[in-house]
Antibody, heavy 120, light 107 residues
Framework: EVQLVESGGGLVQPGGSLRLSCAASGFTFSSYSMNWVRQAPGKGLEWVSYISSSSSTIYYADSVKGRFTISRDNAKNSLYLQMNSLRAEDTAVYYC?????????????WGQGTLVTVSS | DIQMTQSPSSLSASVGDRVTITCRASQSISSYLNWYQQKPGKAPKLLIYAASSLQSGVPSRFSGSGSGTDFTLTISSLQPEDFATYYCQQSYSTPPTFGQGTRLEIK
C-alpha cells in the first residue's frame, strides 16, 4: 500500500524558515516524480513544486520561486521542502503527492498533510 | 499559466440526483484533465484522469468527458458520501493548475 506521511509543519514567524519532510513507503520511491501541493485555510488547491525521480528536473510555482527548495533522498525514501523567507500567505496545509507515473502531472496518492502557520 | 474555471462554485442536490460540474480551460489542454474529490480535513482523492478514465476503486457513477477546453464531471446518482468539494486540474503544462472548486451540498 502506498503511504505518504508529511511532517515538520508548525507555527513560524514571518521571515522564518521551516523544513517539511514526506516519508514514502509501499512503492519504489526512486522511480516516481513527486510534488508538493498546498491549500490555504478555506481555499482551493495550489501546486507548489515538482521534482523528477532522479532530481534532474525541478519546477516551482512563481509564488515560491527563490524562497522554497524541493529535494529528495531516494536512499531514505524521503521528499523535502525547505521553506525560507516565509510570509503570511504561505500559511496552508502542505501535501506531498506522487505522480501516477514519472511526470504524469496528476496525483493518485497524497499524504495527510501538515499545517504551516506563518504568524507573529 | 493555464487558468481553470469551474461552474457552478456551489451546488445543492438531493440523494439520487444526477449532477454535472463543468470545467473550462483558458486554452486547449487536449484530454489532460483530472478530477478530484475532497472532504473536509482530508486529502484530495483522484476520481478521473485523462478526462474520462476512472481511477481504480472509484464507483462507476462517476464519469468524465470533454476535450480541448470544455470538460464535465457527472455523478449519475448522488450518494450521501458524494457530498464534498470537487476540483478539476490540468496536467497539460507546468505549472499544473486547479479550478477553484465546486462545493456539492445536500439539499
Amino acid at each position: 500500500e502506498v503511504q505518504l506521511v508529511e511532517s515538520g509543519g508548525g507555527l513560524v514567524q514571518p521571515g522564518g524558515s521551516l523544513r517539511l519532510s514526506c516519508a514514502a513507503s509501499g512503492f519504489t520511491f526512486s522511480s516516481y516524480s513527486m510534488n508538493w501541493v498546498r491549500q490555504a485555510p478555506g481555499k482551493g488547491l495550489e501546486w507548489v513544486s515538482y521534482i523528477s525521480s532522479s532530481s534532474s528536473t525541478i519546477y516551482y510555482a512563481d509564488s515560491v520561486k527563490g524562497r522554497f527548495t524541493i529535494s529528495r533522498d531516494n536512499a531514505k525514501n524521503s521528499l523535502y521542502l525547505q521553506m525560507n523567507s516565509l510570509r503570511a500567505e504561505d500559511t496552508a496545509v502542505y501535501y506531498c503527492a506522487r505522480d501516477d507515473y514519472d511526470s504524469s502531472g496528476y496525483f493518485p496518492y497524497w499524504g495527510q498533510g501538515t499545517l504551516v502557520t506563518v504568524s507573529s | 499559466d493555464i487558468q481553470m474555471t469551474q461552474s457552478p462554485s456551489s451546488l445543492s442536490a438531493s440523494v439520487g440526483d444526477r449532477v454535472t460540474i463543468t470545467c473550462r480551460a483558458s486554452q486547449s489542454i487536449s484530454s489532460y484533465l483530472n478530477w478530484y474529490q475532497q472532504k473536509p480535513g482530508k486529502a484530495p482523492k483522484l476520481l478521473i484522469y485523462a478526462a474520462s478514465s476512472l481511477q481504480s476503486g472509484v464507483p462507476s457513477r462517476f464519469s468524465g468527458s470533454g476535450s480541448g477546453t470544455d470538460f464535465t464531471l457527472t455523478i449519475s446518482s448522488l450518494q450521501p458520501e458524494d457530498f464534498a468539494t470537487y476540483y478539476c486540474q490540468q496536467s497539460y503544462s507546468t505549472p499544473p493548475t486547479f479550478g477553484q472548486g465546486t462545493r456539492l451540498e445536500i439539499k
